[in-house]
């Protein structure tokens, strides 16, 4: 068996922490090859450096890859996605970081990892992407993102029209500071915290939540997923932020935007033991009122 790992290092990926996961892997004749920007990071603090293999982008992954590990929190797992791409190479999130909702499993976890990869007991599943369209060029030959596509304004600018339809019919105006369309996966996310609903991952559907709406009628909608979603935009400034879940772009207001579900998917790993609902219950403290 065969895994890249991959992070963005910093404080809370520490090289010790590298080293005991490669070690470990080793032990059960997993083979490793480290992302070289994290291996650069922490070369100097690994055991035997000259043993380790590196790989540099996405052209440097194919099918002899088992897995893709991400050390950290949810925004590093969110990188991984420009990584795959089509590829079909199945995602496994540890948490450095502090919520985990994507990367649910902690470093707690790695024996029963380990094991789990070692011996294939694990649950693959499929999570939907969002692609975006545009007449201008944008995000690059990755135009899609696991959790979400958002329109905000900049800065400190004023609230912003938000044109919206679906299949080409008028959804509604949306004024407000920007505008969410959330994946399923997405839903945990910027959307959640914008008072959207949770939906389960495999529901088929966008959640799109306007963020500080001015009219406090307009709220979350949940719309199945083949919809073409499109967007027409009007300010009191030249020029918006368009994001695929961390990575943004600035866009003038004659852009033509659109998002529509991506052809194909990203597999994330889970152990047998981890669910959608076990999750939610842990990272929402959901059923620990003590007053029931």
Known sequence: MKVAIYSRGGENVQPADLQNLTDKLATVKISTVIHEDIFNQVSHALHDVSSFNTFKDSDDLDDTFDCLVSLGGDGTLLDTVTLVRDKNIPVLGINFGRLGFLASLGKENLDAVVQALATRSYVVDQRTLIHMDANIPLFGDTPYG????????????????????????????????????????????YSLSCNGPVVFPDSGSFVITPVAPHNLNVRPIVVPDNNIISFELEGRTDQFICTLDSRKEFVDRNVQLAVKKENFTISLVRLHEKNFLQTLREKLAWGFDTRN
């Open 146 to 189: 696991l959790n979400e596509f958002a329109i905000h304004k900049r800065d400190t600018s004023s609230m912003i029209k938000i044109h919206t339809y679906l299949n080409g019919e008028f959804l509604n105006t949306y004024w407000a500071d920007g505008l969410i369309v959330a994946t399923p996966t997405g839903s945990t996310g």
